[in-house]
């Protein structure tokens, strides 16, 4: 049987952090010469462990041919797992006769280390704050009869008081470029060749239709904003808010191109296909210009599945192109934001 799939992946070994968490990210591409959908499948020898490892987004995706899709594995551990070597592989196999065409992957790897031991209330402790209580008790007793011929202690209510109020932290996330600061990918089509651009030598993100100097037909731009979010674990989040309300527009393409859609995808970089890559969540499909968008519940739930970064694709859904004279006469209409434009607003507080 000729083998379907390539499955890359940068390490072989997953390191977990202090909570037990970690993320493997495999790149796999449809080697078979045909289109069709497949599914991807964790497996191990240890049983015990499947529980642990989860895949981000739909198992099962489609492959075009020569198609790329990345998928994301993430390894949460429980407290009382017992500390040792473990390991898993991804497989990738047909929907339609799994057990007739299939991938097997790689073996991948993750150590589990010894637990902490929990520090033990000392005895000596318990002496030393009683007698801090008897001190503070005696001390207030002594005031009490000092001063009771002079004036009348009343009793001050504290219904509706509150004895300490948390302030969640503001915080802002900023943008995290990929190797060579690759910010957006074009799409061009009829005499380019359908090859992809990656914009390296431009300072902005755009998102929509235009073209380049050295292939003008025009093409479909999609942009991919990335938040390095591993830090943020510790937090309870409160609020996130990403801005976008610093965008200049060129022409009008939300009525020439449709909906702009805001959608959460597994974190891939450039050199894998995250523009077809099926979207964990839509969190917006706008028919106007963006200004600030809550995307607080995706980043809460990126944070529960371990992922240590947020990234978020924006794509127009109507850019298409037929032919070389179709790209060539349509109209360039994009919005477009300087690198220092577009943040991630966070209120938190700790855990």
């Not at 008081?161 to 990918?185: A, K, N």
Request: aromatic share 10%; hydrophobic share 40%.
């Amino acid at each position: 049987m000729s083998s379907l799939f390539d499955i890359t992946i940068p390490s072989n070994t997953v390191v977990l952090d202090s909570g037990r968490r970690g993320e493997a990210s495999f790149t796999v591409t449809n080697i078979s010469g045909r289109p069709f959908r497949a599914r991807a499948v964790v497996v191990s020898d240890e049983p015990s462990i499947k529980p642990w490892i989860t895949i981000e987004g739909q198992p099962e995706r489609d492959f075009a041919i020569a198609g790329t899709q990345q998928y994301v594995v993430n390894v949460a551990v429980p407290k009382d797992a017992q500390p040792g070597n473990y390991s898993f592989r991804l497989d990738m196999a047909r929907e339609d006769i799994p057990d007739e065409d299939y991938t097997v992957g790689s073996i991948v790897t993750f150590e589990v280390p010894e637990s902490e031991p929990e520090q033990a209330f000392p005895p000596w402790m318990i002496f030393a704050l009683i007698g801090v209580l008897v001190v503070v008790g005696g001390v207030i007793a002594w005031l009490l009869l000092k001063n009771g011929d002079d004036r009348d202690v009343s009793p001050t209510s504290t219904v509706g008081t509150p004895i300490s109020t948390i302030t969640p932290t503001p915080r802002m996330v900023g943008l995290v470029l990929d190797p060579d600061d690759e910010l957006s990918v074009t799409y061009l089509g009829g005499g380019c060749g359908a090859q992809l651009i990656n914009e390296t030598f431009l300072p902005y993100y755009r998102v929509g239709a235009f073209s380049q100097e050295d292939c003008p037909p025009a093409g479909e731009s999609i942009t991919l904003l990335t938040f390095e979010i591993g830090d943020l674990r510790e937090f309870v989040i409160v609020e996130a808010e990403l801005a976008l309300g610093g965008y200049d527009v060129i022409g009008d393409p939300f009525a020439t191109y449709g909906n702009l859609l805001v959608e959460e995808v597994s974190y891939a970089d450039f050199l894998s296909t995250p523009w077809q890559a099926s979207p964990l969540t839509e969190l917006y499909r706008l028919t106007s210009p963006p200004t600030n968008l809550d995307v607080t519940q995706a980043l809460v739930n990126a944070i529960n599945r371990g992922s240590s970064r947020f990234q978020v694709r924006l794509q127009f859904e109507g850019v298409e192109f037929e032919d070389i004279d179709a790209a060539l006469s349509a109209d360039r209409y994009f919005l477009e934001w300087e690198l220092d434009d577009i943040t991630l607003h966070l209120r938190h507080s700790f855990d």
